[in-house]
C-alpha cells in the first residue's frame, strides 16, 4: 500500500506550487497602482517614460485645462490618475481613454467600467476620430521625449491634423523639461498652462492649439 503521509505531502507540494504560480501570474491586478506602473517601466520602459505616475495634482492641473470639452480623449493613461481626474472634473463628458500596454488597459477597463478604453496606438486611435466634436480636447500623458523618434513624429502628426479641423480643439500634454514637449509645423502655437510644483518632478502643462 502507499505511504498515506507522503501522499498528503506530494499533493501539498502541488497545490502549493499551483497557488504560487496563480499568484504570479496575478501579480500585475493584486498590486498597488505604484507597483503595476513600476511593472510595466520594466517591461516597456520607452513607453512609461518615468519613474513614477502623476501625482494628483498633475492629474487635476491636468483635468482642469480641460474644462469646456464637449469631447476628450485621454492618451497614454497608465494607471488611471488623469483619467480618474477626468472623471472627476467632466463627469457628463465622454471619454476615450489609450493605453497600449495590455496589461494597463485590461487594469483600467476594470478600474474605470464606464470609460471607453481603448488598447492601441494613439496615432491609431486619433486618426479615427473623424466625427469628434469641435470642442474636443486630447489630454495626453504620453513620453514624446523618450519615445522611439519614428513614433513620436507619426503621433504628433495625428494629433496636430486632429486639431488642425477646428480652433476649438487642444491638446493638453505635461513635460517635465522647460521646454516645449515637441517641435509644430507653421499654424500651431504651445501656451504654457501651469507648472506643477507638488509633482515629482515638477511638471509643466502645455496647451497645444491651431492658430
Not at 469631447?71 to 477626468?86: C, M, N, S
Not at 514624446?144 to 486632429?162: K, M
Request: charged share 20%; glycine share 4%; with cysteine.
Amino acid at each position: 500500500m502507499p505511504d498515506r503521509p507522503a501522499v498528503r505531502r506530494r499533493k501539498r507540494a502541488v497545490e502549493a506550487h499551483d497557488a504560487s504560480r496563480r499568484v504570479h501570474a496575478d501579480r500585475f491586478m493584486d498590486a498597488p497602482m505604484p507597483a503595476q506602473f513600476l511593472l510595466s517601466l520594466i517591461e516597456d520602459p520607452s513607453a512609461t517614460g518615468c519613474l513614477l505616475p502623476s501625482s494628483k495634482y498633475l492629474a487635476g492641473a491636468m483635468a482642469r485645462a480641460a474644462v469646456g470639452a464637449d469631447f476628450v480623449v485621454e492618451l497614454g493613461a497608465g494607471t488611471g490618475p488623469v483619467t480618474h481626474a477626468l472623471l472627476r472634473t467632466l463627469p457628463e463628458v465622454p471619454l476615450i481613454a489609450v493605453e497600449i500596454q495590455p496589461r494597463l488597459a485590461h487594469q483600467l477597463q476594470q478600474r474605470f467600467p464606464a470609460v471607453d478604453v481603448r488598447q492601441d496606438t494613439a496615432k491609431a486611435v486619433v486618426d479615427a476620430l473623424h466625427d469628434a466634436p469641435e470642442r474636443s480636447v486630447v489630454v495626453s500623458s504620453l513620453p514624446f521625449r523618450s519615445l522611439p523618434a519614428a513614433v513620436a513624429r507619426e503621433t504628433a502628426h495625428s494629433i496636430c491634423e486632429f486639431l488642425r479641423a477646428s480652433r476649438a480643439r487642444k491638446l493638453i500634454q505635461f513635460t517635465y523639461q522647460p521646454r516645449i514637449p515637441f517641435s509644430v509645423p507653421a499654424g500651431f502655437k504651445w501656451r504654457l498652462n501651469t507648472i506643477v510644483w507638488r509633482n515629482a518632478p515638477p511638471a509643466g502643462v502645455w496647451e497645444l492649439a491651431a492658430v
